[in-house]
């Protein structure tokens, strides 16, 4: 088949071949911070699991802290010891302003390597608005296909900006044939990587999820089935020699490794005396144990950055 890439497959890591994207990496190691720009989307997928409390325009924030303006995303930045950024939503083009004055600040202060990725539905994006987001540093971006009319934009990212493009999408179980449509279309229009989410439960998709007829994996918290189809979409991808990068990530990664490790980063930046870190990332001070949030930590902050 002539195809030079290893197949990896990891329980917790999950199965890809292919370079991974970079955004992906720093997220393996907890370096990069999430930055929620609105809760506002306009699609209303089934599946979408975003909690209540973030289902509003005004919802702003960066990993688990309410923000209420551009510049404090960089104490998180600073506590974390952020190498990138990610921006999601929602929709980050229904908050096109908020979105572009939050990758210049960035790229500003923290200069242009520092790597940024966003995850859009193409809801309320254009061609020029993309372009521009590439102008000002943008370094990947990510599609989330929810309809045919999407490619159009794919395309024209992948033709006429610098960005890394890949596509991210949730996999619905025995959704083989519409998935295998869109790794084909990744691959035949140069994007760079496919990234398929294992389908993620939680308190706002769970009704909707269970009147499809899909069951909980033991866990709970995942779909039964989403693992599988991911892993058949992969191997099948492999065996056949489709050239794009392909990389299944399980929810127990986000739990287990980036969350934990972004925590773990925070806790040793916030820890006090007479403190300690957990192998969870919280911080624990006698019985007591608390997630590592900015306003246990900012004066620690304030003495650092001066
Ligand atoms: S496109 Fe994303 S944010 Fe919007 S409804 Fe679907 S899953 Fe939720």
Not at 49 to 77: M, N, Q, W
Not at 120 to 148: C, M, P, Q
Not at 169 to 174: F, Y
Request: hydrophobic share 35%; aromatic share 10%.
């Amino acid at each position: 088949m002539g195809y030079a890439h290893r197949l990896v497959s990891s329980e917790t890591l999950g199965i890809w071949y292919g370079d991974l994207a970079k955004g992906c990496k720093l997220c393996m190691t907890g370096s990069k911070a999430v930055i929620f720009i609105t809760g506002i989307c306009g699609i209303n997928c089934f599946y979408c699991p975003i909690s209540y409390d973030r289902r509003k325009a005004g919802a702003f924030y960066i990993d688990e802290e309410r923000i209420y303006r551009v510049e404090d995303i960089l104490d998180e930045l600073y506590v974390i010891r952020a190498e990138g950024a990610s921006i999601t939503g929602g929709e980050p083009f229904q908050r096109y302003d908020l979105t572009v004055r939050v990758i210049e600040m960035i790229k500003n202060v923290m200069g242009r390597d520092f790597h940024i990725h966003l995850y859009t539905s193409g809801f309320g994006a254009t061609k020029s608005s993309i372009k521009y987001l590439d102008r000002i540093g943008l370094d990947e971006i990510r599609f989330h296909i929810v309809n045919d009319s999407i490619w159009r934009l794919v395309g024209y990212t992948v033709r006429e900006t610098s960005m890394d493009v890949g596509i991210e999408i949730p996999v619905i179980p025995n959704d083989f044939d519409r998935l295998w449509r869109i790794v084909l279309k990744a691959n035949e229009i140069g994007v760079k990587f496919v990234n398929l989410n294992e389908l993620e439960i939680t308190e706002t998709n769970a009704e909707q999820i269970s009147l499809r007829g899909y069951r909980a994996n033991e866990d709970g918290k995942t779909v039964k089935g989403s693992r599988e189809t991911a892993e058949e979409i992969i191997r099948r991808a492999y065996r056949e020699g489709i050239d794009i990068a392909i990389h299944f990530c399980p929810t127990s990664f986000k739990d287990s490794i980036q969350h934990r490790n972004r925590l773990i980063r925070k806790a040793y930046t916030c820890i006090g005396w007479g403190e300690k870190v957990t192998e969870d990332g919280l911080l624990k001070r006698g019985e007591e144990e608390y997630i590592p949030l900015l306003d246990k930590c900012s004066i620690k902050i304030a003495v650092s950055r001066n």
